[in-house]
């Protein structure tokens, strides 16, 4: 069936560093890609996301890659402070009223 | 930030027990959302709603029931709660016509001794 799933479960980095998180998807179909990160004892929350017809979207300190070649999604976090570590899940969805799937959840454990 | 919230925030019950987890959101949205979590694990949906007294099953089978009576309430409940039901269970809500950006409540962590 389709999946979205991460590569890695944990990803540890330095304070002030940049983070990279990566994300592949299964389904060529989908459209529309978010990115969500998720604190201890708190739901999901929206960071960025990215449509199809573009490869590249910035937000503040973030930025999110989409390579539809090899249907991979990347979130990238410019010097990764202590408040970055969450666990970030990748999700995906196409067409309107569509569900979301989420890949599994990675960690980002960021060190002083 | 959204405003959607979820009650109780922990719920510690035996099992055999009725339970309903309450979902609310000020929001207007029509799209809402029931989704179970075991840490640090992805999101399943169980149910969803697309207005009210639309209801579906989600992608992962549950025991679970929803009904959606009023646009901003969403409660799902168990009629007789058991150990497996043990997980965090997140309520979210989008609205119609978007491509699924969905803003999630807290969520309620229940344990069923």
């Known amino acids: 069936g389709e999946s979205v799933g991460l590569h890695l479960p944990t990803l540890s980095v330095q304070e002030g560093d940049n983070s990279i998180i990566n994300c592949a998807y299964s389904n060529s179909a989908s459209d529309y890609f978010i990115w969500y990160k998720q604190e201890s004892g708190k739901g999901p929350q929206f960071i960025i996301d990215?449509?199809?017809?573009?490869d590249k979207r910035q937000g503040q300190r973030v930025t999110v890659l989409l390579n539809k070649t090899v249907k991979h999604l990347s979130l990238q976090i410019a010097a990764t402070q202590p408040g970055d570590s969450a666990v970030y899940f990748c999700?995906?969805?196409?067409?309107?009223?569509?569900?979301?799937?989420f890949g599994k959840g990675i960690t980002l454990s960021v060190r002083p | 930030e959204a405003d959607i919230y979820q009650t109780p925030r922990y719920l510690v019950i035996g099992t055999g027990k009725k339970i309903t987890l309450e979902c609310s959101q000020t929001m207007g949205h029509d799209k809402m959302y029931w989704y179970q979590q075991d840490p640090g694990m992805e999101l399943h949906l169980i149910h969803y709603s697309y207005g009210v007294n639309s209801t579906e099953k989600g992608d992962l089978s549950s025991e679970s029931t929803v009904s959606r009576i009023r646009t901003e309430h969403f409660p799902l409940t168990l009629e007789s709660a058991r150990p497996s039901h043990t997980s965090q269970y997140l309520c979210?809500?989008?609205?119609?016509?978007?491509?699924?950006?969905?803003?999630f409540g807290p969520g309620t962590r229940l344990t069923v001794t």
């Open positions: 979210a809500s989008s609205v119609s016509g978007t491509s699924g950006w969905q803003y």
């Open positions: 999700a995906e969805t196409f067409g309107a009223n569509s569900k979301l799937t």
């Open positions: 990215i449509r199809s017809n573009m």
